[in-house]
């Protein structure tokens, strides 16, 4: 069984240990989790959220000797650095707010070795910081199918959004792929851009064979460092429903080899989704989902 790596930017918030733990709970064997400090004043803080916590030879902290996340690069730079000095055969991320099912790992791994994929990804489902349920995104964090600002016409975005997801039309939660060192290693460089989140996923699907889970095993929390609203996923989730019928979604169906090169949606979507919008309203959701501070980050 290949050996993994999770890799967690932190700034100690108390949510840490929650992540920590969902590491620990996996049902695969040889996980390690490697938190990393964003700076020495998250030192204490990250020390006092793992109170308690054994950290044994399957957890690892590093202090880094200065802040990398400020200027919106969040956890990005530590996530493109740290893959190029492990040794584990597979690299996953996970922020430190977020959490994994205990069969995240295991899953991921299964899809990535039964299809031939270069790499993996799960799906993610939508909670508040306290961990109740909001939704399943299956409008935004797809990876091979198109991201729902996309879909978006030109009422609802200014054109330098506009080029921009033209130019970077996918996203996968940087917390969901699962990938063989020599990938990570490869798209090391992309995750020292702003938006690396929708960079890296639009480079290997272009690029690299990748497959999806189909399943949710990634636990992506609202609140705390996030600005996106939560009607952002459920408004998203009911045009693209709505548009594909009622039908399995494409994603949520069994791991197959994607690729290279980004699928779509019907053509249907789009007319769907713009009718269902007003303009401000999706005005002010795009920027609420635009940059945020998350992991990694400076705080004021």
């Given at each position: 069984m290949p050996s993994v790596v999770v890799i967690t930017a932190s700034t100690g918030r108390a949510v840490l240990r929650r992540c920590v733990e969902s590491v620990r709970d996996q049902d695969s064997p040889d996980v390690r989790h490697l938190v990393v400090v964003d700076g020495p004043r998250f030192a204490a803080c990250a020390d006092e959220a793992l109170d308690g916590v054994d950290r044994d030879k399957r957890l690892e902290l590093l202090v880094l000797p200065r802040n990398t996340g400020h200027s919106q690069h969040?956890?990005?730079?530590?996530?493109?650095?740290?893959?190029?000095?492990?040794?584990?055969?597979?690299?996953?991320?996970?922020?430190?707010?977020?959490?994994?099912?205990?069969?995240?790992?295991?899953?991921?791994?299964?899809?990535?070795?039964?299809?031939?994929?270069?790499?993996?990804?799960?799906?993610?489902?939508?909670?508040?910081?306290?961990?109740?349920?909001?939704?399943?995104?299956?409008?935004?964090?797809?990876?091979?199918?198109?991201?729902?600002?996309?879909?978006?016409?030109?009422?609802?975005?200014?054109?330098?959004?506009?080029?921009?997801?033209?130019?970077?039309?996918?996203?996968?939660?940087?917390?969901?792929?699962?990938?063989?060192?020599?990938?990570?290693?490869?798209?090391?460089?992309?995750?020292?851009?702003?938006?690396?989140?929708?960079?890296?996923?639009?480079?290997?699907?272009?690029?690299?064979?990748?497959?999806?889970?189909?399943?949710?095993?990634?636990?992506?929390?609202?609140?705390?460092?996030?600005?996106?609203?939560?009607?952002?996923?459920?408004?998203?989730?009911?045009?693209?429903?709505?548009?594909?019928?009622t039908g399995p979604l494409p994603w949520r169906q069994a791991p197959r080899r994607l690729g290279p090169g980004s699928l779509r949606h019907p053509a249907r979507v789009a007319d769907q989704v713009d009718e269902a919008l007003p303009t401000t309203a999706s005005r002010q959701q795009c920027e609420a989902a635009g940059p945020r501070r998350g992991p990694g980050e400076e705080r004021p």
């Amino acid at each position: 069984m290949p050996s993994v790596v999770v890799i967690t930017a932190s700034t100690g918030r108390a949510v840490l240990r929650r992540c920590v733990e969902s590491v620990r709970d996996q049902d695969s064997p040889d996980v390690r989790h490697l938190v990393v400090v964003d700076g020495p004043r998250f030192a204490a803080c990250a020390d006092e959220a793992l109170d308690g916590v054994d950290r044994d030879k399957r957890l690892e902290l590093l202090v880094l000797p200065r802040n990398t996340g400020h200027s919106q690069h969040y956890g990005y730079r530590i996530y493109g650095a740290l893959p190029l000095l492990v040794d584990d055969d597979i690299v996953c991320f996970l922020d430190e707010d977020n959490w994994f099912d205990a069969d995240h790992v295991s899953s991921a791994l299964d899809a990535l070795l039964s299809t031939g994929a270069e790499w993996a990804y799960s799906l993610r489902r939508i909670r508040t910081h306290r961990g109740e349920l909001i939704c399943e995104d299956d409008s935004d964090s797809l990876g091979h199918w198109p991201k729902f600002a996309t879909l978006l016409s030109p009422d609802h975005l200014s054109q330098p959004e506009i080029d921009f997801h033209r130019r970077h039309p996918n996203l996968v939660d940087s917390s969901c792929y699962i990938l063989p060192r020599p990938v990570a290693c490869a798209v090391a460089p992309l995750w020292q851009q702003v938006h690396a989140d929708s960079v890296v996923p639009s480079f290997l699907v272009e690029e690299h064979a990748g497959v999806c889970t189909g399943r949710s095993t990634l636990n992506y929390a609202l609140g705390g460092g996030s600005g996106t609203p939560d009607d952002w996923f459920t408004h998203g989730n009911r045009s693209i429903r709505e548009a594909y019928g009622t039908g399995p979604l494409p994603w949520r169906q069994a791991p197959r080899r994607l690729g290279p090169g980004s699928l779509r949606h019907p053509a249907r979507v789009a007319d769907q989704v713009d009718e269902a919008l007003p303009t401000t309203a999706s005005r002010q959701q795009c920027e609420a989902a635009g940059p945020r501070r998350g992991p990694g980050e400076e705080r004021p």
